[in-house]
Nanobody, 124 residues
Framework: QVQLVESGGGLVQAGGSLRLSCAASGRTANMYTMGWFRQAPGKEREMVAGISWLGPNTYYADSVKGRFTISRDNAKNTVYLQMNSLEPEDTAVYYC?????????????????WGQGTQVTVSS
């Protein structure tokens, strides 16, 4: 089992930055691919970024490439999402998640462990 807790959301003006954190706990919590997802009202949940256990493999949605950076500190069991040049379209609840076993995947359907989410609101 893996437990995930997000933090760092808030209200920011367009063009601003936020850094989200996801603290993981549980057995071998640092041996999972981790992903950041977001869901805006009336829209499907989408994967924003992902990172493999050792970090050489990353994924970014086209809409955030060049603006968002995912990283992890395995010693702290924490994954980060640095979000720069935020746009109103980035407004959503952001979740971190992990798949049920040690695989590298960017398929949202394969993610089983989810945090409670943190709200990000970008004003124009």
């Amino acid at each position: 089992q893996v437990q995930l807790v997000e933090s760092g959301g808030g209200l920011v003006q367009a063009g601003g930055s936020l850094r989200l954190s996801c603290a993981a706990s549980g057995r071998t919590a640092n041996m999972y691919t981790m992903g950041w997802f977001r869901q805006a009202p009336g829209k499907e949940r989408e994967m924003v970024a992902g990172i493999s256990w050792l970090g050489p493999n990353t994924y970014y949605a086209d809409s955030v490439k060049g603006r968002f950076t995912i990283s992890r500190d395995n010693a702290k069991n924490t994954v980060y999402l640095q979000m720069n040049s935020l746009e109103p379209e980035d407004t959503a609840v952001y979740y971190c998640a992990a798949p049920p076993r040690q695989i590298i995947t960017w398929d949202v359907m394969k993610y089983e462990y989810w945090g409670q989410g943190t709200q990000v609101t970008v004003s124009s």
